[in-house]
């Protein structure tokens, strides 16, 4: 039963995401700072979302909206400490593995998104995409302890 309930809301929520970026409690995965790994329906659909209070809709954040459309690129593992999060994707169309840090250090809370833009503000924040020896390089330079 619990099965069909979730496939049931699996549709929901992705007819949802058609319009916004949704996420739900059973795919919800905290990385602090308003910050959570969405699952989606698939591996296909995993992205880094910036929801603020409970999670019901946010802000796209790794990857973007474009290379997740383009590339078919998704997340395929991230974690999180106090100020970063690291996060590897997979770029299905390439078969080729990004790399991305997320400063968790701002806020864009009473914020009016319809007015400014904080999608624009978000990815100020996050650096990438890079490969993988410029990301270990880049990783020992800001001093983060963090593996997937």
Not at 6 to 22: D, E, K, V, W
């Amino acid at each position: 039963m619990q099965k069909k309930i979730r496939f049931i809301f699996s549709g929901i929520c992705f007819m949802s995401a058609l319009f916004t970026t949704s996420c739900n409690e059973w795919y919800n995965h905290p990385l602090g700072n308003n910050f959570s790994l969405w699952d989606g329906d698939g591996d296909e659909d995993r992205i880094i979302v910036y929801c603020e209070g409970r999670c019901h809709g946010g802000i796209q954040v790794v990857p973007t909206r474009e290379r997740q459309a383009n590339n078919g690129e998704y997340v395929e593992a991230a974690t999180s400490n106090n100020k970063w999060i690291i996060v590897k994707t997979l770029q299905m169309k390439d078969s080729k593995e990004n790399y991305y840090f997320v400063d968790k250090y701002f806020r864009i809370k009473n914020l009016d998104c319809l007015k400014a833009n904080c999608d624009s503000i978000l990815q100020s924040y996050v650096m990438g995409p890079f490969d993988e020896n410029m990301f270990k390089e880049r990783k020992l330079e800001l001093g983060i302890d963090l593996d997937f």
